[in-house]
């Protein structure tokens, strides 16, 4: 987000024009966002800290965002085919399910995926540090359930740590005048 920001701000300025539906009264508002206000908002993530999950050290690293856009494509694919497969009426219920189970382990896969995307690395109790992704994505589809969640939730905090706040925006209609996030 913020290195959108930067080239919506770099290209066309600081204002950027926006219009919002008040969710107290529906009413539609249009704002200028100082795209400068909200840049100065971004948090920087720290990646040189780690985390320790079952005696392992996990330090991680920025997701690439052809990465992000690819779990995006597939998500939206997978979403499409779930569709398809319920409307279709004349399918087998055999092959709904096969069907089903063959999008959830896609799914899965791209989920154990986009964890290892995020790790740089996992020191294990003797010393040995590894960076292959091979082995961390193999690693990550053997772990426990519990394991795995504990390593997916370390990166989404990571992550939750730099989403952007919400805009607070004022209703312009002057018998509401609430605020709301947009």
């Known amino acids: 987000d913020p290195v959108f920001i930067a080239i919506r701000l770099a290209s066309y300025g600081a204002g950027m024009d926006i219009i919002a539906t008040c969710p107290h009264c529906n009413t539609k508002n249009e704002y200028t966002v100082d795209l400068r206000k909200v840049l100065d908002g971004v948090k920087t993530i720290n990646f040189s800290e780690s985390a320790t999950i079952e005696g392992m050290v996990f330090k991680f690293k920025p997701q690439k965002y052809q990465d992000l856009n690819q779990v995006n494509l597939i998500t939206f694919e997978e979403q499409r085919l779930a569709d398809s497969i319920v409307k279709n009426e004349a399918m087998p219920?055999?092959?709904?399910?096969?069907?089903?189970?063959?999008?959830?382990?896609?799914?899965?896969?791209?989920?154990?995926?986009?964890?290892?995307?995020?790790?740089?690395?996992?020191?294990?109790?003797?010393?040995?540090?590894?960076?292959?992704?091979?082995?961390?994505?193999?690693?990550?589809?053997?772990?426990?359930?519990?394991?795995?969640?504990?390593?997916?939730?370390?990166?989404?905090?990571?992550?939750?740590?730099?989403?952007?706040?919400?805009?607070?925006?004022?209703?312009?209609?002057?018998?509401?005048?609430?605020?709301f996030p947009s």
Do not use: H, W
């Open 93 to 179: 219920q055999e092959k709904k399910v096969q069907m089903f189970n063959e999008s959830f382990e896609k799914i899965r896969r791209m989920n154990i995926n986009t964890v290892a995307v995020s790790i740089e690395s996992i020191a294990i109790e003797n010393g040995v540090v590894v960076t292959d992704s091979t082995q961390i994505n193999e690693f990550l589809d053997q772990a426990s359930r519990l394991t795995y969640n504990a390593i997916r939730d370390a990166v989404q905090a990571l992550i939750n740590r730099n989403k952007l706040e919400p805009l607070k925006l004022v209703c312009n209609k002057e018998e509401c005048a609430k605020e």
